[in-house]
Nanobody, 119 residues
Framework: QVQLVESGGGLVQAGGSLRLSCAASGSMFSINAMGWYRQAPGKQRELVAAITSASTNYADSVKGRFTISRDNAKNTVYLQMKSLKPEDAAVYYC??????????????WGQGIQVTVSS
């Protein structure tokens, strides 16, 4: 089992910044991809940003404002959010795709962390 611990988030004024962190712990795994999803009340869960060893991708709504990065030594992914808008308010979920030494691929979700943006 791989455990994901999310931190950051909270309440911020429109135009402000926030950084989310997600740390993966456990043993006998390598990370193929990490990403952030979000779900606002009454809306579908959507991909915000994802990162692999080779690339990053972002939802159109956050391009130019959000930056995803990773610290491989800490098995941690970050989402730096700038110029936050009220429409960014949602529960944000970390997602990690891992591979076991024997070849099994698995996916894990964080518990979700609230981001609230006031106007």
């Amino acid at each position: 089992q791989v455990q994901l611990v999310e931190s950051g988030g909270g309440l911020v004024q429109a135009g402000g910044s926030l950084r989310l962190s997600c740390a993966a712990s456990g043993s006998m795994f390598s990370i193929n991809a990490m990403g952030w999803y979000r779900q606002a009340p009454g809306k579908q869960r959507e991909l915000v940003a994802a990162i692999t060893s080779a690339s990053t991708n972002y939802a159109d709504s956050v391009k130019g404002r959000f930056t995803i990065s990773r610290d491989n030594a800490k098995n941690t992914v970050y989402l730096q959010m700038k110029s936050l808008k009220p429409e960014d308010a949602a529960v944000y979920y970390c997602n990690v795709n891992i591979e076991r030494p024997w070849g099994t691929k698995e996916g894990y979700w964080g518990q979700g962390i609230q981001v609230t943006v006031s106007s």
